[in-house]
């Protein structure tokens, strides 16, 4: 993550949290179909979201 910004790294670290939460375990304890199922999850309730405005 060399090079990156601070906002860019404060985001990385808050969303790795929030998988962490979910979860209850480490992220690097996750398998990748884990890690796309919680992907696809905030992307329907991103989805769901904008539909209600």
């Known amino acids: 993550m060399a090079g990156r ?3 860019t ?3 990385y670290a ?3 949290a929030k998988v962490a939460l979910h979860f ?3 992220p690097t304890q996750l398998d990748p179909d884990q ?3 919680y992907l696809y999850l905030v992307k329907q309730e991103h989805w769901n979201c ?3 405005l």
């Open 35 to 37: 890690i796309n199922d």
């Open 24 to 26: 209850n375990c480490l």
């Open 9 to 11: 790294l404060s985001n």
């Open 50 to 52: 904008n539909s209600l």
């Open 5 to 7: 910004g601070q906002s």
């Open 14 to 16: 808050r969303h790795l």
